[in-house]
């Protein structure tokens, strides 16, 4: 039966054998999903120490979906800055050819990176659902999991190319912010109350 979970550190020694593969189905362009398991799992853990939230859409055998709230907008930057260089030699030795590709979009978004000085509270840093369960209303149940969770306000990002993704977050009662850069990268920001 699939639901979906928070994951606390309980779920670690359970799902270590398949979260690499799993999660990297989900989201094949994601840099978090992009990690080592070592890495990965201690980003998990980096992100509860400093108050965020995972859920996860899972049955005992597969995860099927992932959502990751950072706490501060800050929070995922320090801990790719941190680890920079091991994340860019495990990208750089993948099998996958989309790590390649982050590799590259990383280098060049580090040359042309100015450090945006707003806080993003309460920031989602991936929503993702695999192919075979979208269009079953799984985003929108991650969303207001989140909702009930936190009384603050909510924040994302996206791609402002990213369509498919704003009408996700319009359809889920977010507020178009503003638009910022990011490096090369154009993003808008929503934010749910």
């Known amino acids: ?30 840099l978090i999903f992009s990690l080592s398991k070592k890495l990965m799992l201690n980003y998990f853990y980096f992100i509860l120490k400093m108050g965020g939230l995972v859920l996860l859409i899972t049955d005992k055998k597969k995860i099927y979906g992932c959502l990751i709230l950072e706490k501060s907008s800050k929070n995922t930057l320090k801990f790719l800055k941190k680890n920079s260089l091991e994340i860019v030699r ?4 993948s099998k996958y050819l989309s790590d390649k590709v982050l590799v590259a979009k990383i280098f060049f978004n580090w040359i042309f990176f100015k450090e945006n000085k707003k806080n ?15 269009g079953k209303k799984f985003g929108s149940k991650l969303i207001q999991i989140l909702k009930r969770k936190l009384k603050d306000k909510i924040h994302v990002m996206t791609d402002s190319n990213n369509i498919h993704a704003q009408r996700f977050y319009l359809k889920n009662s977010f507020i178009k912010k503003e638009k910022i850069k ?12």
Do not use: C
């Open 1 to 30: 039966m699939i639901k979906i979970q928070t994951f606390s550190e309980e779920h670690f020694p359970k799902i270590q054998k398949f979260l690499i593969t799993e999660l990297k189905q989900i989201k094949t362009d994601s």
């Open 90 to 93: 495990y990208l750089i030795l």
């Open 120 to 134: 993003y509270k309460n920031n989602i840093i991936v929503i993702a659902v695999k192919k075979q369960l979208r």
């Open 182 to 193: 990011y490096g090369l990268r154009k993003l808008v920001i929503f934010y749910l109350k």
